[in-house]
């Protein structure tokens, strides 16, 4: 049976689309070329405005008023010049054309990236299409230029920067669904690196960058801080708004600081710090305490028993280091006195409106490492849980200038008083744990990938419910030991204060080890933040 022609109408048509088709694209192609010099401009403006947003966020606040009487009076002075706006105008158009004079290369060939890019894009159909889509942006076998608007790889061939375009459906706001997609790309982008992900709900968009890691040359030294500002590590630079002079390997450079706050006014008075063995919980809370001597009293209860504060033993300001069971129920127990003293003291003080006593003023920091060692021995001798004396300092500490820090494993979490969990508002995760483990200590997951091999001081702070920001402790070793390096042991050295004489130290330990209060008279309800409601022994 012979075939019937086509109908001319139908035969012709696709020859027309053809031809309309090639029309377009050399109208085009010819806009494009005679726009071009327009969108190089373009571009390189909008390329300076971001790089000038990202250098405004990165000037630090103290910084930003100086900055801006600087570019005012350099606006001034062009404005004032002869043909000086002219200048700046072409000045301005020349260096966007400059800037802008690069446009970004997709590439298409057979290349590694590009069947990287393909791979990347086929693994995350499942996750980011429905079958009910009618023009589905993630599709088996579709165009993955659409997905992914930008990306970067480094000289091996390794993806260090992705933006993914997904489509609004995808439940972004969801925990597990968010988790899945950054798992995927952890493990389709190559594992060892730390990655950070930047969900944008609003525009549908997802980035992600490979961070670099932390440096680990910055040593103990004297931060410039205030009194009440603890320098607990450093950080990204875009993600805090602060930055301190360091001295570091290289030279003295401005790093970002993790800066604690405490004292009546801070909303995060205590803190605690959860690590595995060796991952620098100790380094951290030496460095604590090194940065509390100058302007406070402290008191070390070493449950590990170690002698890893050894180097603090005697030193001026510091009231005792107790690394026994009874020695460390002692001075916790003169702590908790203390604390209530404090109380009574700056009651009465309000109450005769007079300021408060100079000796309730003074910064007392309470240093606890491993309690769970303490109350594991504590509980085999019928004796009460170190942790039970801590309560009176951490519910009453922050209006008598008592600030407790505590440091525990990993494995012996779950032994932690509820009274710890409770008001231990700044919370430190040092080491490598999984994103669970981390979630659990600061209440929230980072936005970043962790990695298995981190160096010592290496994990992640929280502070209240801010974000969970990378941290890196200074390194404050034990200038004791042998392993320490010949220059952060003089480092160290140099910070502590110097020895009391045999007659202070006799004072302190009277004073923290044998306490013989006298008992006080009932004091009148405080309507301040901590009230006392029952007679209180203080301390003499």
Known sequence: MARRPLPRILSSGSAQIARSREIARTAADSATDVLHPLITVSRGLRKLAATARAKWAATPKERRGPTLLLVAACVLVVALMPYGPLLALVTLMGAAAWKGRERPVVKTGPDAEVARLKGLYEALVPYFSVSDDPAPLFAHGGDWSGAFTEYAFDEDGRLTRLRIAYPPYFTDGEPAARARIEQLLHAKSGRGREYRFDWDEEGNRLDLSVLPALPTTIAAQRFVTVPGETVLGFTDADAVQRTVPVVAADGTEDAPAVVWRTGPRSTEPHLLIVGQPGSGTTSLLRSIALQALPHGDVLIVEGGGTGEYACLTGRDGVLAVECGLSGSLTSLEWAAHETERRLIAANRARQAGHPAPEDTRRPL????????????????????????????????????????????????????????????????????????????????????????????????????????????????????????????????????????????????????????????????????????HAPVPAEG
């Open 365 to 532: 920091w309470i240093l606890v490492d491993r309690p769970s060692v303490l109350g594991h021995l504590a509980a085999a001798d019928g004796r009460p849980d170190p942790q039970e004396l801590l309560e009176v300092p951490l519910r009453h500490g922050r209006a008598a200038q008592v600030t407790v820090v505590v440091a525990e494993q990993f494995d012996s979490a779950d032994t932690l008083s509820e009274a710890v969990r409770t008001h231990t508002r700044a919370r430190i995760v040092l080491g490598p744990a999984a994103p669970e483990e981390i979630a659990a200590v600061l209440g929230s997951e980072p936005h970043t990938t962790p990695t298995p091999q981190v160096p010592a001081g290496r994990g992640y702070a929280r502070l209240g419910t801010g974000p969970v920001l990378r941290l890196q402790v200074p390194a404050t070793p034990d200038p004791y030991d042998d392993g320490t390096s010949e220059a952060h042991r003089q480092a160290v050295l140099e910070l502590l204060p110097e020895r009391r004489t045999e007659t202070t130290v006799a004072i302190k330990t009277v004073a923290v080890a044998a306490p013989e209060p006298a008992p006080a008279p009932r004091a009148e309800p405080d309507p301040g933040p901590a009230p006392l």
